[in-house]
């Protein structure tokens, strides 16, 4: 049976435990390089290049993936997760849709439905759930909550500059960081991956104050030009 509440602390201590291993230090993050570091077998391919190895026609494709964004098989023992290149949509809603997929294989939802998730193998709770702890997972892996706080983000503006994230995505994901922050406790590993990203988020503050005496400097001599 499929739990009802989302695994927070789970999904946190496998994300934390790829910023570690990885030595993740800056964003944005690069999926590649995370998912060719797992012990999983895991393979990235796009809708085009699924079209040109079965010889199929692009509708065909839509059809067998079943999503206008992307999806996941298991078979033989790997993991193939699925992009949609074919509809020109942005690299940011790719990169989550990616990262999404990957939060599905770790969070071991696959256990729940065999090969694929469908949402006819699934109560309509049921798969919304695993969306929601996929969706969680996507925003970690990402944007993680604890670099935010160091980085004392303002806006979903700055989760999209930051982190290369989706308009959609950002709003999303800043409104979950508002939640957490009202309650957040930093772990060890938290603290780790904060020091990990000490230069980063040192940078990028210094970056804001310039910013910041720049456009005072541009609006103070827009006035005395009047």
């Known amino acids: 049976m499929i739990s009802s509440k989302i695994r927070y602390k789970f999904i946190n201590t496998i994300v934390n435990d790829i910023y570690i291993r990885q030595n993740i230090c800056s964003f944005p993050i690069n999926l590649i390089d995370v ?6 077998k895991i393979k990235v391919l796009s809708y085009s290049q699924f079209m040109y190895f079965y010889n199929i026609p692009r ?4 059809d067998i993936l079943t999503s206008d ?8 023992g790997k993991y193939v997760i699925y992009y949609n290149d074919l509809n020109n949509l942005p690299k940011e809603r790719i ?32 798969y919304e759930f695993l969306e929601k702890e996929a969706n969680y997972f996507a ?65 990028k503050k210094q970056e804001y104050i310039e910013h910041l005496d720049f456009i005072n400097l541009f609006n103070k001599k827009k006035i005395l030009s009047y």
Request: a negative charge; glycine letters at 2%.
């Open 35 to 40: 998912i060719n570091s797992l012990d999983i």
């Open 59 to 62: 509708e065909v494709v839509f």
């Open 69 to 76: 964004d992307g999806c996941c098989d298991y078979l033989s």
């Open 95 to 126: 990169n989550w849709t990616i990262a999404h997929e990957l939060g599905h294989i770790l969070c071991n939802h696959y256990k729940y439905s065999g090969t694929k998730l469908f949402n006819s193998n699934l109560s309509e709770i049921e």
């Open 139 to 203: 925003s970690m892996l990402l944007s993680h909550s604890s670099v935010l706080l160091q980085l004392d983000i303002h806006n979903p503006y700055e989760i999209e500059i930051f982190c290369n994230l989706s308009k959609q995505a950002s709003k999303f994901r800043y409104e979950n960081y508002l939640r957490w922050k009202k309650f957040n406790n930093l772990s060890s590993s938290d603290r780790y991956i904060i020091r990990n990203f000490q230069k980063y988020i040192d940078l």
